[in-house]
């Protein structure tokens, strides 16, 4: 008989089935041994009676998460032992036949109960057990609904998926850059993107007109509780347009995408706010506009924040980006910009998506021509020959062709934390580092090399810290 999965038990009422799973907990009565089966679709009740004797005796010996295969028939539980909570609380399995496919140990760790109590490195060193767990299997599993419902989206308004390099030169993003040595040239390092900023806009030169991936970003940043070194964004690039088609799809794809899921969102069409009435009124540009009732409920409270200031002072006095260099100010600023005058007052076309407290996506329109980027890094203090080297090669691209274009890039990650109410970054990714910036299961990265693997890369060690 072939198997089916414990969700789909209902039209089989009174007949056999073969189920394969989990054992999620095991009570023995004696008489009635009670077993929880458990499979990716859901958990079910299976009862060994005590005149089916080999099922019974083979259902004695389970324990918590040995895997097993069963045959065994639907039964409607009587009235009284009915379990309204439960999808499948009103039917329960009558054990026929059990067999062991894998025994296991005890687990370090209760997986029937929430894990979020117990302690951070032992869930991450079997991170495979952890996700076995209710709310991690929820998580992981509305984070694909939700990527798999915007890609969709996307694929139908147009856009192209193209994957950008991971091995690169670093695209200035406001972190540190992970670097990986060259074998085959020696003393040179690749960066890991910060995010595919660079690339996405070569592609609107490339003439695809509307780009979207799932980008993987790597930054070498302080680890907090909604940060980690690695996420994912749904990043976007459009040619040929104004700031308000990119907010506008990108609306789309979220009021489109989160109401599909089942979630309820505050206001429609998200409401603008310019920073410096944000700053006004929460003090903050990651605001929260909702009610008590209403994050009760987890309503999604969205909001456009526009007119950022393009650039802010460093701690040594010299002026940086304050979101991204290769954005355009807003048309009135653009003479500003080009001569570097009044800096502090230039606002970009910068427009971030907030949610419930949170980043939820951010982007702009870019510059499109050379005297532009070359404006934008000149207030920051760089001289030609260094912007030159910085951004040549995109410099060069917008004298071949470049068209007027814009994007923006969503987070994954924080978007499934509103969603799912989790206030790590963790709780939503498959295999997270520890806050120590050690990976998940495997506990050897980050390693050490060997001596011939450093000889090939022309690499020596300084173990003496920076000062
Ligand atoms: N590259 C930006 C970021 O990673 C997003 C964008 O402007 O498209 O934050």
Redesign the pocket.
Same mark, same amino acid.
């Given at each position: 008989m072939t198997r089916i999965h414990i969700k789909e038990l209902h039209p089989h009422i009174n007949s056999e089935v073969t189920l394969a799973g989990w054992v999620d907990v095991h009570r023995d009565h004696g008489k009635l041994i009670f077993i929880d089966l458990r499979d990716v679709s859901g958990k079910v009740q299976m009862v060994a009676l005590p005149f089916n004797k080999e099922a019974h005796e083979q259902a004695g010996t389970l324990r918590n998460e040995w895997v097993i295969e069963i045959r065994g028939k639907v039964n409607k539980r009587p009235e009284k032992m009915r379990n309204d909570k439960e999808p499948n609380g009103d039917i329960e399995i009558e054990l026929l036949e059990v067999t062991v496919l894998n025994e296991s140990k005890t687990p370090p760790f209760e997986i029937n109960s929430d894990t979020s109590q117990v302690d951070e490195n032992l869930r991450l060193k079997y991170r495979y057990l952890d996700l076995r767990s209710e709310r991690m299997q929820h998580n992981i599993k509305l984070r694909s609904e939700f990527v798999h419902i915007a890609r969709e989206y996307l694929r139908n308004q147009n856009f192209i998926e193209i994957e950008t390099p991971l091995l690169t030169a670093t695209t200035p993003?406001g972190s540190r850059d992970f670097v990986v040595p060259s074998r085959l040239n020696r003393g040179k390092f690749y960066a890991l993107p910060q995010?595919p900023?660079q690339y996405k806009q070569l592609l609107m030169t490339a003439g695809f007109e509307r780009y979207m991936q799932l980008a993987r970003?790597i930054r070498d940043e302080d680890l907090r509780a909604d940060r980690g070194f690695e996420f994912t964004?749904i990043?976007l690039e459009m040619s040929f347009v104004t700031p308000d088609d990119v907010m506008r799809m990108v609306e789309d794809m979220m009021i489109h995408t989160v109401e599909k899921m089942g979630f309820t969102i505050r206001q429609k069409p998200f409401p603008r706010i310019t920073y410096k009435e944000v700053m006004e009124k929460y003090g903050t540009d990651k605001f929260d506009m909702r009610t008590d009732e209403e994050k009760e409920r987890r309503v999604l409270a969205y909001a456009w924040v526009i007119e950022f200031p393009f650039f802010e002072k460093t701690d040594t006095g010299a002026w940086t980006f304050t979101h991204?260099p290769f954005s355009m100010p807003i048309p009135e600023h653009v003479d500003m910009l080009l001569k570097g005058e009044s800096v502090a007052n230039i606002l970009t076309t910068q427009y971030d998506l907030v949610c419930n407290g949170y980043e939820s996506a951010? %982007?702009?329109i870019r510059a499109h021509r050379r005297d532009i980027l070359e404006a934008t890094y000149r207030i920051m203090g760089y001289t030609k020959e260094q912007t030159e080297k910085s951004v040549g090669h995109i410099l060069e691209a917008f004298e071949l062709g470049t068209p007027p274009h814009g %994007?923006?890039?969503l987070g994954v990650e924080r978007n499934i934390m509103n969603l799912t109410g989790e206030t790590a970054l963790r709780e939503v990714q498959a295999f997270p580092m520890t806050r120590g910036g050690q990976t998940a299961v495997m506990e050897n990265a980050p390693g050490e090399l060997t001596t011939e693997q450093l000889l090939e890369l022309g690499i020596s060690i300084i173990k003496q810290k920076p000062t």
């Open positions: 993003e995010s900023q970003c964004q990043d991204n951010g %982007g702009s %994007g923006i890039a």
